[in-house]
């Protein structure tokens, strides 16, 4: 009896297969989603190179030996750290120049066949006007690349106001340079350049030269006059070659005079 109830002990303490639980599962661990705070890596954009020639572009203005250009300084190309394009003389549409803009302000001028000096080639400094209306090429001497009013134009106009003949004051003219009676005709005399534009003296004659003023275009259409000390500005009008009014930004009376 004994042996009986060993023998079925034995056989329930046999070997047994343990089932996984019903929630188990056999599928791999999936990667977790990215956090929405997760930075994501943007490529930086290459930076667009600043294009050092463009405050060449356009047309300007050059005096050479008393004789006044227009060129004009075409688009350039980039060629390494350089920009490369062409200066064309706009009188007679003829490229004159190659013209190399680099960094460090440094810009190549190279004539071109068919020009005076053609193959000369030189290397200068350059410097931009903070309105960007003048560029000068530091040679000796300097080279002045001017923009907007025509230096030529004045120049004209200063010829014309200061050649013969003189000119005959209006009754407001005689009062303003106090003109005494014995000088009827007033001569603007030839004009020099200074800082401010085209001074000159404003004389008459009665048996001598008599000094009453002085005049200044400072640009095209605008003067200066002074008389005992007392400086106004004006705007001026050239009517042909015979007929001149100066009138005051002050609101006073026009001059006028006639030849």
């Not at 930075?39 to 050092?52: D, I, Q, R």
């Not at 062409?86 to 009188?91: G, S």
């Not at 209306?133 to 080279?143: E, H």
């Not at 005399?189 to 048996?207: F, L, N, P, S, V």
């Amino acid at each position: 009896m004994i042996l009986t109830i060993l023998s079925v002990l034995l056989v329930g303490c046999g070997n047994t297969v343990t089932t996984p639980p019903n929630n188990a599962s056999l599928s791999p661990t999936p990667t977790p989603a990215p956090s929405p705070t997760q930075e994501k890596t943007v490529a930086s954009p290459t930076p667009t190179p600043k294009n050092l020639a463009e405050a060449f572009y356009g047309e300007w203005e050059r005096e050479d030996n008393g004789k006044f250009t227009t060129v004009k300084f075409s688009s350039a190309t980039q060629k390494g750290d350089d920009f490369v394009g062409t200066m064309i003389d706009v009188n007679t549409k003829k490229n004159t120049a190659n013209y190399t803009v680099q960094p460090n302000n440094n810009v190549t001028l190279t004539i071109l066949p068919g020009n005076p000096n053609a193959g000369e080639s030189y290397t200068v400094e350059y410097e931009v006007s903070d309105d960007g209306n003048s560029i000068t090429l530091k040679r000796d001497p300097p080279q002045v690349f001017k923009k907007g009013t025509s230096s030529a134009d004045i120049l004209k106009d200063v010829t014309t106001i200061s050649t013969l003949p003189d000119w005959k004051p209006d009754a407001q003219a005689r009062s303003y340079f106090e003109v005494p009676p014995a000088i009827t005709l007033l001569h603007f005399g030839k004009a020099i350049k200074y800082d401010e534009g085209y001074t000159g003296d404003i004389t008459g004659y009665d048996g001598a030269v008599q000094t009453l003023g002085k005049y200044t275009i400072t640009s095209k259409g605008k003067i200066t006059t002074s008389h005992n000390g007392n400086k106004k500005s004006a705007k001026y009008t050239l009517v042909g070659d015979n007929i001149l009014r100066i009138e005051f930004t002050d609101g006073g009376s026009a001059l006028n005079f006639t030849r």
